[in-house]
């Protein structure tokens, strides 16, 4: 080996490793950047089309919200995977505009690609969409209108244009007044607090069934038919701990050698159980939410004191019941106190077997108990309303809205193309891709919808070179028209949010002109997960990766 080294290049990687540069290197993650983009964009608007995604284990989830579809996907790219980021923080930052920031960043890198084999320098490229995204968020801030946040009948319209095209359109009217009301309930002084709303799923019943409900819902039964199911004067008390024989630390064997010895064993551990009742009757509570275990026989004693009790309750559901009383959660009875109990009261549906929970009168906290014939349909319709309350809760705290139906998008694009005039060099023609690049959301819009969406983008420019900002596209009549006035309005936020992680987002994989990777770049990493089909080096791993810089150097 070391002879052969001489005027040799030096190997400095495993032979597993593969290496792409320059042209290639971008080549390659521009084509599955893209590849991630395309996936999601038969999903955009209120013509677009669901996915059905079935993981390993055969569980299926029908959606048509981008994040849901990127994250379920089970995608095995590194660059694919920063563009189901962008999918994320979306998510997190706006909850709305997943698929519109992800189809963006996908065209934005298309648009790119085109430049790049005109030889213009990647840096150009990026330094231009920095600047026209900037300048973007600028002209959002003077597009957008001020709304009044009190105003209820604009906010159910973007509760409305959130959930069209998704599982909750068939119910829009009741589930946007329901949404609006949820959020109503947690603002205080234009301050919205999301945490106290909690949703509840039921399946069953129509979605249109689904309700507002003050405090918390439960979704349990008693531990024993001798309990009381409603309790209107409720002392209730959240327990952490399990109310069973406390288990030893080391295990101990015990034998008994008499009978006396086990009852007296037997007995040891009945007054322990009693104990913990009696703990529990102490602090006056008259109900009990058990996050662990109740023993059958403590079940025995706390009915025949008249306390209802349920256990196993969701930590989430604990947790939640903790913000609608305004108490602390009990991790042990021993420490437990009057103070520990919080009122309010409890009612049984039967029909349903649920407990619905209500504070006392500086409570706050509401549940959305959501009904759907299907797991399949509740999921989605929980999907579509998070979306809503996200949308609504940021419209009612920031009070900016903007027009939807792409009128936002194509408005954005000829002020960005009067800006490009005024950016020097290669930067401007990367200013001018990026105003292209936004019309690709009434494009796909058309196109989702069936319609020829280069007629629709020519009607849609000439309204706005007319100076109509507000003229975006009807998907159900084809006509453009004023879309805030027929109610398809969206927060100005989220629409900065997704272009500013789009262009992060193409940035990002612009700048890299070199992939080193210590495996194959186009296999799975697991390998068992059934990647592509004829996923190229297949028993690469067991033969010791035999030419695996072959392709690659
Ligand atoms: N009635 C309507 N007419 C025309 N366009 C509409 C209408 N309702 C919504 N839109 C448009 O549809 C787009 C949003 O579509 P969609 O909700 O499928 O995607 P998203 O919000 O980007 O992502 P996701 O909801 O999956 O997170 C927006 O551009 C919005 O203006
Ligand atoms: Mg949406």
Redesign the pocket.
Known sequence: MSQRMQGQPMIVMSEDAQRVKDKDAQEHNITAARAVADAVRSTLGPKGMDKMLVDSMGDVTIT???VTILKEMDIDNPTAEMIIEVAETQEDEAG?????AVAVTGELLKNAQDLLEQDIHPTAVIKGFHLASEKAREEIDNIAEQVDTDDEDLLRKVAE??????GAELNKEALSQIIVDAVRGVTVEDTVDLEYVNIETQTGRAAGESELLEGAVIDKDPVHDNMPTSVGDAKILLLNEAVEVEETDVDTEVSITDPDQLKSFLDREEAQLKEKVEQIKATGANVVFCQKGIDDLAQHYLAKEGILAVRRSKKSDIQFLREVLNVNIVSDLDSASEDDVGTGSVTRDDADELFYVKGGDDAHGVTLLLRGSTDHVVDELER?IT?ALD?VAQTVSDGRVVSGGGAIEVELASRLRDYSDSVEGREQLAVEAFADSLELVPRVLAENAGLDSIDTLVDLRAAHEDGDKRAGLNVFSGDVEDTFDSGVV?PAHAKEQALSSATEAANLVLKIDDIISAGDLSTDKGGDEGGAPGGAPGGMGGMGGMGGMGGAM
């Open positions: 048509n919200d981008g709305d505009g997943t698929t519109t244009t959130s959930m069209t095209g998704k579509g979306d949308v969206e």
